[in-house]
């Protein structure tokens, strides 16, 4: 997500436990993330970026800044980004610089997998539909090996077998993020997994669209493109949902 208003992080405080860099991704914790597992997570992401959709961080800064708990997380953020009591995290760009805020809780790991997804895409494209922003940050927010066996993939598989497709139409008329509600972070998610998985074709097809996007062309909504229709893959959607194979051959994350 893009906001407005700017904001900094004060490298130069004691408040951050944990300072490091790796190449231009900084990060700032206010506690012992793990810094080794922190990075492999990243590291995760944005090689699945390149692989699947060829989407690759530019050399311009992502800070990851974590915090303690929720309370300083708020006195942080609350007054610049209002948007940030109702998240656990958010992704903020601060003009040239890419931010990440979180704070430390159970889903730590995934919520940062998800707001680095976001970075990193919106670094490579200078603008996006939310389905798909959404979507790659929802399907990369699990490590690949926990994602045939999820909660969300199963549901996913029992809501097909009863006739569930997600539509594309709707979630390409969502017009903002603060509107989008469960059922559209799922549709997205799954409408994700089956571009990602169905054929060779309809991963062409998303990484194709991606890059027209990239060279700063605006293609109209996915379903009205031209690969799309040649994959097919909207006409399978009902008959992958039912069994949903994902793609296991980028190596483990674990
Ligand atoms: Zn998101």
């Given at each position: 997500m893009l906001f407005s208003l700017p904001l900094v992080a004060h490298?130069?405080?004691?408040?951050?436990v944990i300072e490091d860099k790796r190449g231009s991704i900084e990060v700032y914790a206010e506690?012992?993330?793990?810094i080794q597992d922190l990075w492999k997570h990243v590291d995760d992401v944005a090689r699945e970026l390149k692989v699947l959709v060829a989407v690759e961080p530019t050399d311009k800064p992502i800070q990851i800044i974590l915090f303690r708990d929720q309370g300083s997380y708020l006195r942080y953020l609350a007054s610049s980004v209002p948007q940030s009591r109702q998240r656990r995290a958010i992704f903020y760009r601060n003009g040239d610089v890419y931010q990440v805020f979180a704070f430390r809780s159970r889903t730590l790991t995934m919520d940062l997998r998800h707001e680095v997804t976001h970075a990193i895409l919106h670094q490579h494209l200078p603008f996006l539909p939310l389905w798909i922003d959404e979507g790659l940050a929802e399907y990369l927010e699990e490590p690949e090996a926990q994602r045939s066996d999820s909660s969300r993939t199963k549901s996913a598989r029992w809501r097909a077998r009863m006739g569930w497709v997600p539509s594309l139409q709707s979630l390409e008329n969502i017009p903002n993020a603060e509107s989008m509600n469960t059922d559209e972070y799922r549709d997205s998610w799954a409408m994700t997994c089956l571009l990602l998985n169905e054929s060779d074709a309809s991963r062409q097809a998303l990484c194709d669209y991606l890059a027209v996007i990239h060279r700063g062309e605006a293609p109209g909504p996915f379903s009205q493109t031209q690969a799309a229709a040649d994959s097919g893959v909207l006409s399978r959607a009902n008959s992958y949902f039912r069994k949903m194979p994902i793609r296991l051959d980028l190596g483990s994350s674990d």
């Open positions: 490298a130069q405080e004691s408040r951050w506690f012992d993330p793990g």
